[in-house]
């Protein structure tokens, strides 16, 4: 023994040791009574108080999925994700002296774990922290017909383009505000596929982002006519629609939704005469076909409304002008075009009541509108004509004055046709003298389509 002591009258005893002992070193310990007789010998090993080695080559992932490193073999590897000195989760090192602890959810952007080694015998190393990669941002590409590429990014990063087989198309820099465009040697064709990356000053590099060169220039827009009030039509949805005078002076700027569909007021109306060129470009910057309109603003004539018995409504107006009718009271009666002969007819679903109060106004493609004419419907037949006695050569009488009076014999055969003058009075000679016996039917049909009853007399 290289140290002894006499057991207390407890049975108790205390040795010191000097050195002390550390990390599992061991002791033997022999009982020896006052008559020389010795124990079996006992074994006693000292507690392991040293800290394990810090882990080392710890990393994240880059896509921050897991975190790996090196460290004792057998000890546990706890990560603390959330800050709190805590381990959120552990492994233990396999016998090679590699880990590899997953990490859910993944760490982005420059978060930060921390790194705990601690042995089997509850000793725990100094803390390694690791750093997820932090990427930049997938940079922002514009619309582009291949002559400029742009776009924004991160300040400060470089931007690669490559096409969509990888091969590079050029490098640039965003600026302090983000902003960055590049114009490549010749315009690249339509189709292209443009990939851009944006790598910052470590090396990390963004997702891609991609576009499609657009180089096919957007179909001429349609412009409506217009009276100068409005302007409107279509073009490609998106692009924006852009309005001059003939002489090239700015009118205004819209944009087409997503149905085509686009409309400008002015602030004051356009006066009669200004041409209005209209230009729609795209996204990509391509410029379609100019397409060109002339504001009329000139309302067309007052239609014609011809005498009507309410079955039929009927007159003249400006070709192509769209003819509303209403009653007496503004409630509307119908609406029609007008032809390319400026011929109007409209059949109401009923016939309207005698005395109505019709109001017809046209108004041209441009919105222009005229002044109203009115017609009041007459749906009372005219009275009898009288037919005076005949001997064949003449026939005449009297009827309501304007009326025409419509002659057939007996067996409805036509003999002929007449007005009646302001007074009334009608006569009508035939080619040929009517033969004794004829029977002549006579008939008077207002200029509103009314027929009267009819008369007759018989050639004498």
């Known amino acids: 023994p290289d140290t002894t002591v006499v057991v207390g009258p407890g049975g108790s005893f205390e040795v010191p040791l000097n050195p002390p002992l550390t990390n599992g070193e061991t002791v033997t310990v022999i009982v020896t009574d006052p008559a020389g007789n010795s124990s079996t010998p006992v074994t006693v090993e000292a507690p392991d108080t040293t800290a394990p080695a810090p882990a080392t080559d710890v990393q994240v992932a880059p896509d921050g999925s897991s975190v790996t490193g090196n460290a004792e073999p057998g000890a546990t590897v706890g990560v603390d994700t959330d800050g709190d000195g805590q381990p959120d989760t552990t492994v233990v090192v396999g016998p090679g002296g590699n880990f590899e602890v997953p990490l859910n959810p993944p760490l982005t952007n420059g978060e930060t774990v921390t790194v705990i080694v601690t042995d089997p015998a509850g ?10 990669p932090d990427f930049p941002d997938a940079p922002q590409v514009n619309a582009s017909n291949g002559s400029v590429l742009s776009g924004t990014a991160e300040a400060g990063v470089t931007i690669v383009i490559t096409d969509g087989n990888g091969n590079p198309i050029g490098q640039t820099s ?10 490549p040697g010749s315009q690249l064709p339509d189709g292209t596929v443009v990939n851009v990356v944006a790598r910052d000053a470590a090396g990390n590099s963004s997702p891609a982002t991609s576009i499609t060169v657009d180089g096919v220039a957007p179909n001429a827009p349609v412009v409506e006519p217009s009276n100068g009030s409005e302007l409107s039509g279509t073009a490609e949805p998106g692009s924006s629609v852009t309005l001059t005078d003939g002489n090239g002076n700015p009118i205004g700027q819209t944009t087409a939704d997503a149905n085509g569909n686009w409309s400008f007021t002015p602030s004051t109306p356009l006066p009669d005469g200004t041409v209005v060129n209209v230009v729609a470009r795209d996204a990509a910057g391509n410029s379609s076909p100019p397409a060109s309109v002339t504001v009329d603003a000139v309302a067309p004539a007052t239609p014609t409304v011809d005498p009507s018995n309410g079955t039929t409504l009927s007159g003249t107006a400006e070709p192509g002008a769209t003819v509303t009718l209403t009653d ?6 119908g609406q029609v075009t007008a032809d390319g002969s400026g011929n109007w007819t409209f059949t109401p679903s009923t016939p309207l009541p005698n005395g109505t109060v019709v109001n017809a106004t046209a108004t041209d493609p441009s919105g222009n509108a005229s002044s109203p004419a009115s017609v009041t419907v007459d749906a009372v037949a005219p ?10 050569t ?29 007074s009334g009075n009608w006569s009508f000679t ?24 009819g008369s007759s007399v018989t050639v004498d």
């Open 430 to 453: 035939p080619t040929t003298p009517l033969p004794n016996g004829t029977v002549v039917n006579a008939t008077a049909t207002d200029a509103s389509g009314n027929t009267s009853a």
């Open 123 to 132: 000793n725990s190393s100094t803390p390694v922290t690791a750093e997820a």
């Open 394 to 422: 003449t026939l005449s009488g009297t009827a309501e004055p304007g009326a025409t009076v419509t002659l057939t014999d007996g067996n409805g055969n036509p003999i002929g046709q007449v007005t009646a003058d302001g």
């Open 383 to 392: 009275a009898t004509p009288v037919v005076n006695p005949s001997n064949g």
């Open 328 to 333: 007496g009271n503004g409630n509307p009666i």
């Open 174 to 183: 965003a600026d302090a505000n983000g902003s960055w465009s590049f114009t």
